[in-house]
C-alpha cells in the first residue's frame, strides 16, 4: 500500500495546520494514524484511529489540540493540528497496518513499531 501525505508547513506557534494522507488500498485504511519525529528524538505516535469498532488514540502531548479524521470515501486521513507549539516541530509521517484485534489496544494502536506501510512524511515547523 501507498501513502502520500500533504499539507506541512511552516506556522507560527498557536496557528493550525491540516494534514492529508491519501491511501491506495481501502483495506490498509483500518488501523492508521499519524507519528512524528523530531531531530535526535525517536519518532512517536501521535494520533492513530481503527474503524472497527472505532477507536482513538492520542498522545498526551497533543490530545485537546490534535483532531484525526477520516474521509472513508477518498482513503484519506486527516490531522487537524490548532495551538501548535514550538514542541510539535517534527517530520510527521502517515502510517498503516493490516487491522485486527491488537488495533484496540490504545498502547499498541500508538506505538510505531505496529505499523508495517509508511508514507514519506511532511515537515511541520512552528516557530
Known amino acids: 500500500v501507498q501513502l502520500v501525505e500533504s499539507g506541512g508547513g511552516s506556522v507560527q506557534a498557536g496557528g493550525s495546520l491540516r494534514l492529508s494522507c491519501v491511501a491506495s488500498e481501502e483495506e490498509y485504511t483500518t488501523c492508521i494514524g499519524w507519528f512524528r519525529q523530531a531531530p535526535g528524538k525517536e519518532r512517536e505516535g501521535v494520533a492513530a484511529t481503527y474503524t472497527g469498532p472505532h477507536t482513538e488514540y492520542y498522545s498526551d502531548a497533543v490530545k485537546g489540540r490534535f483532531t484525526v479524521s477520516q474521509d472513508t470515501d477518498k482513503n484519506t486521513l486527516y490531522l487537524q493540528m490548532d495551538s501548535l507549539k514550538a514542541e510539535d516541530t517534527a517530520v510527521y509521517y502517515c502510517?498503516?497496518?493490516?487491522?485486527?484485534?491488537?488495533?484496540?489496544?490504545?498502547?499498541?494502536?500508538?506505538?510505531?513499531?505496529?505499523?508495517?506501510?509508511w508514507g514519506r512524511g511532511t515537515q511541520v515547523t512552528v516557530s
Open positions: 502510517a498503516a497496518a493490516y487491522g485486527g484485534a491488537w488495533c484496540r489496544v490504545l498502547k499498541m494502536l500508538g506505538d510505531p513499531k505496529e505499523y508495517n506501510y
